[in-house]
């Protein structure tokens, strides 16, 4: 089998992987948000508060377009904003009560994944495992930090 083909199968097996853990929790968690305003919702959790002109940096739009990406995610409680108080000009994001409750049923799943499905791998597959998607992590990073 070509390099291709294994890909091809991985990623075939990764989306058969993660439909089935979908439609497993998607009981408990449903929030109805889009992929772009799930990135956006990542970079706030991440960094707990930010600024408007930070996460547009993060995801490489402009900042009335983050703005707009906001204005929804603010109106459904998922972020809140805020004058920051050093620094008039600046407003500050944060999670809201419902980012808040997606992210605290977000790590439920997680822990219930983690028992379930990956404490079934061996310490020398779990290992493996991290070590590939680091890989491939610094992979993307460098080739995104170099253009290509």
Do not use: C, W
Not at 57 to 84: D, F, H, P
């Amino acid at each position: 089998m070509d390099t291709t083909a294994y890909m091809k199968e991985t990623f075939t097996l990764l989306d058969e992987v993660n439909a089935l853990l979908l439609k497993e929790f998607e009981a408990i968690f449903q929030y109805d948000i889009t992929t772009k305003q799930s990135i956006v919702l990542h970079h706030v959790y991440q960094a707990g508060t930010i600024t408007v002109n930070e996460l547009a940096q993060l995801m490489k739009i402009s900042a009335s377009a983050t703005s707009q990406l906001l204005n929804k995610l603010e109106s459904e409680q998922y972020i809140k904003r805020e004058i920051n108080p050093n620094n008039r000009r600046e407003i500050l994001i944060s999670l809201g009560s419902k980012g808040k409750e997606m992210y605290k049923e977000s790590e439920k799943i997680d822990q219930v994944i983690m028992e379930k499905y990956y404490s079934k791998l061996t310490e020398e597959e779990m290992i493996q495992f991290q070590t590939i998607v680091r890989k491939l992590h610094t992979i993307i990073i460098t080739s995104d930090e170099n253009g290509s």
